[in-house]
C-alpha cells in the first residue's frame, strides 16, 4: 500500500470515570501508636539511657560498697549538689574555654594545611608525610614537653588540643576532596568556577560529609584529652577543670562527686553530638541528599 492509499483512523478518546477512593483498598497502612513512638530516635536513645541507669543502679545496690562503685542515685544527688553550689558549672565552664580554643586553633590550621595540600603534588606529600608522623602520636604524651615549653598555664593545654585535633581533621578533609568525583570536578570547570568560588562551591559541598565526620573526631580526641590533661595538669598548677575536680575528689574520696564528674563529661558529649553535630548533619548532608 503506498502512502497515497494510506486513510487515516481517528483514535477514540478514553474517558476513565472517577472511582471511589473506597474501592482502592488500604493504600497506606496507619501506623500504630508503638510505632509512631518507635520512630522518634530521640525517644529510642532516651529508652537505652533508661535501662544503662538501672543497670548501674541494680549493679551499684548488689556490689553495696560505694567507695568502689557508687549507685546512680547517689552519683545524681552528687551532681545535682555540684550544679546547686556552682562549684560544677565552675569547672566545666574552665574546661569548655580552654576546649574551644583549642579546637577552633586546630580547625584553622587544618584548613591552612589541607589548602597547601590540594594545591600542588608536593603539598600532598607534605600533608601525608606529616599526618603519617603525627597522628598516631597521643597528645597526652606532649604534656610534658608542652610544660616545659609553656609553663604552668592555658597555653599547654592548648597546645595539646591543637595536636589532637588538627591531624584528624586535616587527614579526614584532605580524604573527601581526593574522593571528589571527576564528574562535578568537570561541572565546576564547564560553569568557569575557579580559586575560592570552586572549592567552595564545589569541593567544600562534595567533600562535607568527610569534612564533618573529622569535625567529629576532632571533637572526641579534644575532650579526651582535654580532661587527661587536666587530671595531669591540674596536679601541677592546684587548679583546672573538670579533670582536676574528678581528680582532687579522688583524693578527698567523695567517689560520688568522683562518678558526677564523670557524668557531667558523658552528658557534654552526648549534648555536642546529639544536638550541634546532629544539628548540623541534618542541614547539610542529609538536606542535600548525600546521608540516608
Known amino acids: 500500500m503506498s502512502s497515497k492509499d494510506a486513510v487515516l483512523v481517528a483514535r477514540p478518546d478514553i474517558r476513565g470515570q472517577p472511582v471511589d477512593s473506597s474501592a482502592f483498598g488500604v493504600v497506606e497502612k496507619p501506623l500504630t ?78 584548613a591552612l594545611l589541607t589548602a597547601f595540600g590540594i594545591g600542588s603534588r608536593i603539598g600532598v606529600d607534605f600533608l601525608e608525610t606529616l599526618t603519617s608522623m603525627f597522628n598516631p602520636l597521643p597528645a597526652i604524651a606532649l604534656l610534658p614537653i608542652a610544660l616545659i615549653w609553656f609553663g604552668l598555664g592555658n ?35 564547564n560553569y568557569g568556577l575557579s580559586g575560592f568560588g570552586y572549592v567552595m562551591k564545589i569541593l567544600i559541598p562534595a567533600a562535607f560529609p568527610s569534612i564533618l565526620t573529622g569535625l567529629k573526631i576532632g571533637w572526641a580526641f579534644a575532650w579526651r584529652t582535654l580532661i587527661a590533661s587536666e587530671l595531669v595538669f591540674g596536679v601541677s598548677s592546684g587548679a583546672g577543670g573538670l579533670g582536676w575536680y574528678i581528680y582532687e575528689n579522688k583524693n578527698q574520696l567523695e567517689i560520688p562527686n568522683v562518678f558526677a564528674g564523670l557524668f557531667t563529661v558523658i552528658i557534654i558529649g552526648l549534648v555536642v553530638e546529639n544536638l550541634i553535630f546532629r544539628t548540623l548533619e541534618n542541614r547539610t548532608v542529609r538536606k542535600w541528599g548525600m546521608q540516608h
Open 155 to 189: 597555653g599547654s593545654l592548648v597546645f595539646v588540643l591543637v595536636h589532637s585535633v588538627l591531624w584528624a581533621v586535616a587527614l579526614n578533609t584532605h580524604s573527601g576532596f581526593s574522593a571528589v568525583s571527576n564528574t562535578l570536578r568537570m561541572v565546576g570547570r
Open 33 to 110: 501508636r508503638f510505632e509512631k513512638l518507635y520512630n522518634i530516635g530521640a525517644l529510642r536513645k532516651s529508652l537505652i539511657l533508661l535501662v544503662l541507669a538501672i543497670v548501674w543502679e541494680v549493679g551499684a545496690r548488689t556490689l553495696s560498697n560505694e567507695l568502689l562503685f557508687p549507685a546512680f542515685s547517689a552519683t545524681t544527688v552528687a551532681f545535682l549538689q555540684g550544679v546547686a553550689s556552682g562549684e560544677l558549672l565552675i569547672k566545666v565552664w574552665a574546661s569548655i574555654k580552654v576546649l574551644l580554643s583549642g579546637y577552633a586553633i586546630g580547625i584553622g590550621l587544618a
